[in-house]
């Protein structure tokens, strides 16, 4: 596992991970040097990410910002800066561009294909220390590179060398490495399945193996098959290869709670808004849709609906939101979060079937033909949003609705409802500044 190889000892494929540490937190104890060497954590109800200080106290992601002040008193919040960070990570991206011919692009993360560069770079170590030092000149940030002949050993060693290492595995270790891991180490292995997994008695991958493909793929259906391959060294996945996310999400909380439904509305509206232009960016489309709200007195209430065709454009998604928070009007409690998910999530066709019997009108082939031009019209003005927003940043083009959540818009009614004021969001060119980012999604 010594980061010190030599050229011989090389096993091809080579793949390289690269992964930043800690990266929202570091990246406001560099925007903020007072808070180098402090517990930090980002993030609005949960962590989303927090310094290696304040990982020291037991404090990791996804937990309670309640709970981590218990664990650590002098732990700094820090509220997120979505933007800021997207930046960062383009930066590195960028770099790695000049490094490597292939590399697949991760919120924070990257992976390298250096297969077949022996020539260029005949002592891969003394590179990849390079390429590290590039990155942490150029943004501050420091890295951990795993090297391993697939990229799942890449990623794996990695985690061994955190925070700011270099490990490599070598190709005999391979076997005595990965038997010794729990099951949770495992790519694609959840806490739902490491709770189905613990239940048979499996808590290694050791144990893993013992089970044949049949049984996985019994228990757990395709995902099943993969982990067979996986428990055995074995990941085919490319470099550069698209990345189908399962759900994507959008949400925010409130700094007041909301009583007002235009207002929950337009901040629906623009959840939707921003969730179908990601689709959109990276040409997939979603199938379902979720509507989940959290109320004042704590009670969460979630409903979902299948979407009548797969879309990604706004007006069919933001109209089946709408519809969704009209089935929650029974309680009369104020609102305190609101989020929106995308699921069954699958790649946008290339092109558009035709419809082979057009010319029979009758009522439902002529309402579908609607929706198909009307869905080709929404198609035509969302692709020059989508220029005008890539270029000028998303803020640049909003909805009314959403205008009506921005500061200077929403300044009461003439009865001076004060606390309807203070919702008001601030603006930049990425658009409203919302009160729990969606750093993580």
């Not at 290869?241 to 629906?268: H, K, N, W, Y």
């Not at 979603?286 to 709200?293: F, K, R, Y």
Request: include cysteine; glycine fraction near 8%.
């Amino acid at each position: 596992m010594s980061p010190s190889f030599s050229p011989s000892k090389i096993l091809r494929p080579l793949i390289l991970h690269l992964d930043i540490d800690a990266f929202f937190a570091s990246v406001e104890q560099l925007r903020n040097p007072r808070l180098a060497g402090q517990p930090v954590a980002v993030g609005s109800g949960v962590i989303a990410s927090c310094s290696y200080e304040a990982r020291s106290h037991g404090l990791k992601a996804g937990m309670p910002l309640g709970l981590a002040l218990r664990k650590c008193p002098p732990l700094v919040i820090v509220r997120g800066h979505e933007s800021i960070y997207r930046c960062y990570a383009t930066r590195m991206f960028e770099i790695c561009q000049n490094w490597s011919p292939l590399v697949e692009e991760h919120l924070d993360e990257a992976y390298c294909d250096l297969t077949g560069t022996e020539q260029i770079y005949p002592d891969p170590a003394k590179e990849i220390a390079r390429l590290r030092d590039a990155i942490h000149s150029s943004t501050g940030l420091t890295v951990t590179a795993g090297l391993g002949r697939n990229r799942m050993f890449a990623r794996l060693i990695g985690k061994f060398h955190k925070p700011n290492g270099l490990g490599y595995l070598e190709p005999e270790q391979e076997e005595t490495f990965l038997l010794r891991l729990p099951i949770e180490h495992l790519p694609g292995v959840g806490p739902r399945t490491v709770e189905i997994l613990s239940n048979l008695g499996i808590d290694k991958i050791e144990q893993l193996r013992e089970l044949s493909r049949p049984a996985l793929a019994g228990i757990l259906g395709r995902h099943g098959e993969s982990l067979y391959e996986r428990c055995r060294g074995e990941d085919h996945r490319p470099i550069g290869g698209r990345e189908i996310p399962r759900s994507i999400q959008r949400g925010t909380s409130f700094d007041q709670d909301v009583t007002c439904p235009r207002t929950l509305d337009a901040m629906i509206e623009y959840l939707a808004e921003r969730a179908a232009r990601y689709l959109r960016q990276r040409g997939l489309e979603a199938g379902g849709i979720s509507l989940q709200v959290t109320h004042s007195d704590h009670r969460r209430d979630r409903r979902r609906i299948v979407l009548a065709a797969p879309t990604a454009l706004d007006p069919f998604i933001i109209q089946a939101a709408l519809e969704l928070r009209l089935s929650m009007e029974g309680r009369r409690t104020a609102i305190r979060f609101v989020g929106i998910q995308l699921d069954r999530i699958r790649l946008a066709p290339t092109f558009q079937q035709g419809d082979l019997f057009a010319a029979d009108i009758d009522a439902p082939q002529a309402d579908s033909q609607a929706d198909s031009q009307s869905g080709q019209r929404w198609k035509q003005i969302l692709e020059q949003v989508d220029q005008i927003r890539m270029r000028h940043g998303h803020g640049a083009l909003l909805r009314g609705s959403a205008l009506t959540l921005q500061s200077g818009h929403n300044r009461g009614d003439e009865k001076g409802d004060e606390k309807r004021a203070r919702t008001g969001l601030e603006r930049d060119r990425h658009g409203l500044i919302l009160r729990t980012s969606c750093l993580t999604r």
